[in-house]
């Protein structure tokens, strides 16, 4: 198929970026989306120009590295999938693809399509884990977990922290992202101990970062490519309210 | 001449690491802090140790190249993760782990290393459980188990089909407490460019910013190497497409042996190569051949319509169809390791039965377990794994079989390390699959991750104290020392001379057909024709590259192409020496097949008399042969069979 791409072009964090059009001939349906960029950036360095910067590394939806915001949604059209698990033959011989990098405040763009996420692990540092060290632990059979509460932990432990629920929210609120490991954590008994000053650390450590305030619009979970539930936010919520009438007692 | 010494400590085989912790040289708390340990790598491996030392005191500065250790290529691993617990009550035990290991790496391993992992193989399992890691479990609440990769036990944990995310997130978040501590400094997006030795022992490392392109000098009092594997040098792999050789390369053009570089696994299901644009390859979990029935057709006629699109595999009938896994192999059937299954598939594809449009797949077939099982069952088992398919190749395997073929997977060569995990550089560790240790020439399934994490958590947090004893009189090391000069001034100018090229060939070019060598010639089947020709061909190219490569824009800038030109500078060379090591081991074991040593039957033929040993390569300059140098492996304490899973 032939496809016009117009592409988000900016030559560094404090450059000022345009879009810029390309044409792309002969892609094949079978061809990944961001194989379809290679073609793209293999022509481009033949032609000696500069190839689009995009992060990837996986390419098969795990890493969280690809985060491409195309058509206007993060990750594309299809739904539960990320960038890289995009193939071509969801598109149509002959149209345009607008492709933008994330667009949210916390992820300043570094050249074209990249962001600088640094901002997530930021958060998981200010209370993102159980504090023990290694050796000394129980045996793993030694604290029995209901199989509900550790498949719901694993639901939440799913996200890859791709950073689509913030490029999806008008807020750029990152609550999804911080609330599927706060969920994570209160519903195992190992991070149970902690999990009112997890909270409040994770959410002061996201408020500090420039975070958007969350007003249920929802477009995170809609968009989030592993389907992580916005049920997270309000266990998380719960978490929150009790950890501060606690503190404030 | 240099001796190899592996440092095995005295004592019948289940006592030697007990021995060791018991008589090693420790570092006081005070002592600790004062000492500096670079951690390459933040994988499983990586991120393991980097967070263990920093508990331990340590002051430690860790570098990876991704945005975030979150992201390194561990995150990829789906199956899971051995150990011998025991808790099916199956009879397992530390002893039968170790000897499995043993023997699914064709008896190309190390006996004293092997069997430590066996043994810490289950506080590793308690470590990540007490991290919040969510394994699955059973309605009771305890541990779920199951069975891979041919194992005769169920010793697999696993957390869905994502266990090295699951993992790695665990280790992650022990680094990301170690950071917020203040005991590491992580450094993201950081490539080593080389080592750095003052007085024949490792000091430091230069790097490289992949934002800014800046080259940094680091020093430290010891330095750990955990990069992960180097499949990638075939192009198309099941690894990330960041994953990368550079970093174990450059370690050994200082000075650290590597070992068996040619031992590469080939995994047997993967989603076949599709188009010239092909990127990467994908894996279908292991796991899937548990209810899978592998098979081609079994004329050749029929094979040929089906290639040309003229016939459905579901037109043909039973009679016409052949399982050659349960016909060679009645007793482990689809489940033999994966070096078996791999042959077996290429040896009916090169005999002209293979099926998909190239002829290069066979099918893997859920038909019979749909009718014995349900639909719902096989759904809930591999559901995701299913859609994945789907996505990729649009054909939906619950109605017509799935189209598998090998794929490179994982590399069990790497760095020669001793017992300690130290190289031979001194003050050198290296860890997880960057180095050689302790899967001989093959790897079982769900073993990589608990090498990375047995390295990481519970053997160099020993090992390393072992050789810092040594050192604490040694005060901070200065990045003005002239070495430091030297190392960045060489890195800077491999920079700069392949900018310099500016050809009219992209490296993404260079590096196809140098994976197409290797798959050719150094891939799942080799003779001594087929390597000679390759060291010959890579050669060439390697000229070639340095004649007509282009690498855009400058060092002082986001530059993908020219961390790929780097990269692949590397492994034009590594390629050579994976050959140079596959020609001199005449004989075949685990994923090393040389088609002149085989049965009658078509099975790989060791030959422990004159190969019994692990082949350390000594980099000689850039114009002169490497020198190959022996450590024998003596089995003290198995016997030395011909696998045989007849
Ligand atoms: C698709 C897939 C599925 C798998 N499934 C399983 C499984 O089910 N069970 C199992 O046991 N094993 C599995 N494996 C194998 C296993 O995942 C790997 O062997 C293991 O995770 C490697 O871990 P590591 O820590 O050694 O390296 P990696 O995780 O590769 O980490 C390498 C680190 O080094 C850094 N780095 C790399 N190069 C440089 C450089 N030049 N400079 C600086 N830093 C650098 C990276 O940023 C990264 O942090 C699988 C592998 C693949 C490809
Ligand atoms: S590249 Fe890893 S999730 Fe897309």
Redesign the pocket.
Known sequence: MDLTLKIWRQASAEGKGKFVNYQVQNISADASFLEMLDILNERLVVEGEDPVAFDHDCR?GICGACSIYINGRPHGPDRGITTCQMHMRNFKDGETIVIEPWRAKPFPVIKDLMVDRSAFDAIIQAGGYVSVSTGGVPDANAIPIPKRKADEAMDAAACIGCGACVAACKNASAMLFVSAKVSQFALLPQGRLEARERVQKMVAKMDELGFGNCTNTYACEAECPKEISVSHIARMNREFLGAKLLSEK | MVKLDAKIPQGPLAEKWTNYKAHQNLVNPANKRRLDIIV???????ASAAASFGELGFNVKA????DS?RR???????????AAKNYPNDGDSIYRLFYDTIKGGDYRSREANVYRLAEVSNNIIDQCVAQGVPFAREYGGLLDNRSFGGAQVSRTFYARGQ??QQL?LGAYSALSKEIAKGSVKMHTR???LDFVLVDGRARGVI?RDLISGKIERHSAHAVVL????YGNVFFLS???M???G??AWKAYKKGAFFGNPSFTQIHPTCIPVHGAYQSKLT?M?ESLRNDGRIWVPKFKEDAEKIQKGQLKPTELGEDRRDYYLERRYPAFGNLVPRDVASRAAKERCDAGFGVGSTGLAVYLDFADAIKRLGKHVIEARYGNLFQMYEKIVDENPYETPMMIYPAV??TMGGIWVDYELQTTIPGLFA????NFSDHGANRL??????Q?LSDGYFVLPYTIQNYLADQIQVPRISTELPEFEQAEKEALSQIEKLLAVNGKETVDSFHRKLGLIMWDFVGMARNKEGLEKAIKDIQELRADFWKNVKVPGTNQMVNPELEKAIRVADYLELGELMARDALMRNESCGGHFREEYQTPEGEALRSDDVFNFVAAWEYKGENAEPAMHKEPLVFEFIEVKQRNYK
Not at chain 2, 40 to 46: D, K, P
Not at chain 2, 63 to 66: M, T, Y
Not at chain 2, 73 to 82: E, L, P, T, V
Not at chain 2, 431 to 434: D, L
């Open positions: 098969e | 390459i790598g933040t994988g499983l491996a990586g570098f990876g190249i991704h250790p390194a290529h561990s995150i990829a691993a789906q199956g899971g993760i051995n266990t090295g790695l950081s490539e080593i790097t955990a990069t992960g594997g099941t690894n990330a960041a994953s990368n550079s970093a894996l979990s997977h994982y860890a997880g699959e960057a399934g769900a073993s990589a991750l608990m990375g």
